[in-house]
T-cell receptor, first 116, second 114 residues
């Protein structure tokens, strides 16, 4: 079991360039999430998915798009990168949404993105 | 606005010593509280999850306590090891909401030195 994997691990972009971050999980989880982590701030949710073919906006969705064509994959796209998107991006997955508080989110190793 | 405040921001302790990290939250109504450990350059890993009805939860040398009345939680680490050096993140979930509505604290950075 690889758990949650992310590619690439590092990337440097120029302002205006586009890229896609790939997240894959092999735990058959329904729920997947994209977070960003910035210095001095807690993790913030960008987008999430409650199942194959469905996505929804999180707290900070502007400038990002996502797709969940397959249950095991969740893609995060930046159409026109900006320096404000310099961050560490984490993907996570969980078996359920945990409205009862019993779910666990499993995180990937992160992608460190720098936008110049 | 829901907030999670953690203290101290950073902490240095000697190997073998105990320590306690604090978390105060304003999330209301409250459902659950989680503690995560994040090693440098890695993703967070879940340590404990407590619902509003639980007062304490242990995971090896890690013990989390929760006082839902005062909206406070603590994470106690016993007999610290060098591998405990990491950031510890407190996360709170509101009542009736899914895990896509969690509020994350900024974390406490713990350094364990020989």
């Amino acid at each position: 079991n690889a758990g949650v994997t992310q590619t690439p691990k590092f990337r440097v972009l120029k302002t205006g360039q586009s890229m896609t971050l790939l997240c894959a999980q092999d735990m058959n989880h329904e729920y997947m999430y994209w977070y960003r982590q910035d210095p001095g701030m807690g993790l913030r949710l960008i987008h999430y998915s409650v199942g194959e073919g469905t996505t929804a906006k999180g707290e900070v969705p502007d400038g990002y798009n996502v797709s969940r064509l397959k249950k095991q994959n969740f893609l995060l796209g930046l159409e026109s990168a900006a320096p404000s998107q310099t961050s560490v991006y984490f993907c996570a997955s969980s078996y359920s949404s945990g409205t009862g508080g019993k779910d666990t989110q499993y995180f990937g190793p992160g992608t460190r993105l720098t936008v110049l | 606005k829901n907030q999670v405040e953690q203290s101290p921001q950073s902490l240095i302790i000697l190997e073998g010593k105990n320590c306690t990290l604090q978390c105060n939250y304003t999330v209301s109504p409250f459902s659950n509280l989680r503690w995560y450990k994040q090693d440098t350059g890695r993703g967070p890993v879940s340590l404990t999850i407590m619902t509003f009805s639980e007062n304490t939860k242990s995971n090896g040398r890690y013990t989390a306590t929760l006082d839902a009345d005062t909206k406070q939680s603590s994470l106690h680490i016993t007999a610290s090891q060098l591998s405990d050096s990491a950031s510890y993140i407190c996360v709170v979930g509101p009542w009736g909401a899914g895990s896509y509505q969690l509020t994350f604290g900024k974390g406490t950075k713990l350094s364990v030195i020989p």
